[in-house]
T-cell receptor, first 108, second 114 residues
Framework: KNEVEQSPQNLTAQEGEFITINCSYSVGISALHWLQQHPGGGIVSLFMLSSGKKKHGRLIATINIQEKHSSLHITASHPRDSAVYICAAPNTGNQFYFGTGTSLTVIP | NAGVTQTPKFQVLKTGQSMTLQCAQDMNHEYMSWYRQDPGMGLRLIHYSVGAGITDQGEVPNGYNVSRSTTEDFPLRLLSAAPSQTSVYFC?????????????FGPGTRLTVT
């Protein structure tokens, strides 16, 4: 059983499309994290959120604590958004449960 | 700030060899950790440290040792490499305060054991 589940696993979109990646978790958390991993590259933190919504440029993350669900949206997608997006939830021991990631490819 | 640095970026080992993956951070973070990433699986915690002199096991510690003699450095040692340890290894650090649990990741080390 995975404490953090992401969907879809793979996603291909045309440039300009609106993209949604979903994350559901089964553990109680204080905050949920969205990470981005570019092909062959390292991992960077995009968002850390505990309620409501956060926005950075074309990226928007939302969370519903009661439903234990979070979404990452990308507006006006671009080929440079192609990456693996990972959802992560810290447990009570301050360790992290990670989703297996969503591989996004944006085609020009 | 350099952030979190890892060396080497790539390494090929033969079964039974030992090596140390280096990790350093210059953000004065108390918490450091090592993960491995394998295809189709999420990041899995190997070992972590909440401060100098304190280390603990994560989800998949077998075959690995760590030590934390300084706040900055957190090396990961493979005692006797096995093909099952072929993976990409990430070091991460975070503060216990202020920005909460936001983690900063190193660029990764791609290890192949033949």
């Amino acid at each position: 059983k995975n404490e953090v589940e992401q969907s879809p696993q793979n996603l291909t979109a045309q440039e300009g499309e609106f993209i949604t990646i979903n994350c559901s978790y089964s553990v109680g958390i204080s905050a949920l994290h969205w990470l981005q991993q570019h092909p062959g590259g390292g991992i960077v933190s995009l968002f850390m959120l505990s309620s409501g919504k956060k926005k950075h440029g074309r990226l928007i993350a939302t969370i519903n604590i009661q439903e234990k669900h979070s979404s990452l949206h990308i507006t006006a997608s671009h080929p440079r958004d192609s990456a693996v997006y990972i959802c992560a939830a810290p447990n009570t021991g301050n360790q992290f449960y990670f989703g297996t990631g969503t591989s996004l490819t944006v085609i020009p | 700030n350099a952030g979190v640095t890892q060396t080497p970026k790539f390494q090929v080992l033969k079964t039974g060899q030992s090596m140390t993956l280096q990790c350093a951070q210059d953000m004065n973070h108390e918490y450091m950790s090592w993960y491995r990433q394998d295809p189709g699986m999420g990041l899995r915690l190997i070992h972590y440290s909440v401060g100098a002199g304190i280390t603990d096991q994560g989800e998949v510690p077998n075959g690995y040792n760590v030590s934390r003699s300084t706040t900055e450095d957190f090396p990961l040692r493979l005692l006797s490499a096995a093909p099952s340890q072929t993976s990409v290894y990430f070091c991460a650090s975070r503060s216990n305060y202020g920005d909460g649990y936001e983690q900063y990741f190193g660029p990764g080390t791609r290890l192949t054991v033949t």
